[in-house]
């Protein structure tokens, strides 16, 4: 048997378990919706959407306010923030639809992303891309997967190499200096990345000839 990745197994059941609570506990998504049109401040959004991670409409309405109402430069709230929606919606999930749904808010932050969290984001970006071979597999979160490969490329040769990095802080502040030019993938999982986006267009090649 394979090893269980335990801290994803424990992630999973306190979703489950926060999503059966709702069950039996008063909530009402319009009021949640209400306070989301109401909030004046990054901090007020980002707690909402904290405080309901599990229902997707909710995420959705949360992301696209951050990025309506306070633009690129304050949409991507902080670095911490930023690491939180890659975690829960990406490394620590396996869902397409949730990794689906905040790719784009993703794609227009990635930069903002303190240099491990882009990495581990990149790496499960790997796993998702590597497995898209098999049946069942989800072709909308592989296109997310690839975009956002593609943005931590764009984001990768457009950052200043002069500049040092202040993004592995542990600080709340973005910097403003662009960050430093730092490899956004795990060295040893380059060749398994280049393999299955050659696997990826090659099956998209054999298609379009088929």
Not at 72 to 96: L, Y
Request: charged letters at 20%.
């Amino acid at each position: 048997l394979g090893r269980v990745d335990t801290s994803r197994v424990e992630d999973a059941a306190s979703e489950a378990w926060a999503q059966v609570k709702q069950l039996f506990q008063p909530y009402d998504q319009e009021v949640v919706l209400a306070e989301l049109r109401d909030a004046q401040t990054v901090d007020a959004i980002t707690t909402l959407l904290r405080r309901n991670s599990w229902n997707l409409l909710i995420v959705d309405a949360a992301l696209s306010a951050l990025s309506e109402r306070f633009g690129v430069s304050h949409g991507c709230a902080t670095v911490e923030f930023v690491d939180f929606v890659i975690q829960r919606f990406w490394v620590g999930s396996a869902v397409p639809d949730s990794q689906v749904s905040v790719a784009p808010w993703l794609r227009q932050c990635l930069s903002k992303a303190s240099h491990s969290a882009r990495r581990s984001l990149m790496s499960a970006v790997t796993g998702l891309l590597a497995a898209s071979h098999r049946q069942g597999s989800s072709q909308l979160g592989v296109r997310a997967g690839v975009e956002l490969l593609q943005q931590a490329v764009e984001d990768y040769e457009s950052a200043d190499p002069r500049v040092g990095s202040q993004m592995d802080a542990d600080t709340d502040a973005l910097p403003d200096a662009l960050p430093e030019r730092r490899l956004p993938f795990v060295p040893e999982e380059i060749p398994r990345l280049l393999g299955a986006l050659v696997a990826i267009y090659g099956r998209r090649e054999g298609g379009a000839c088929g």
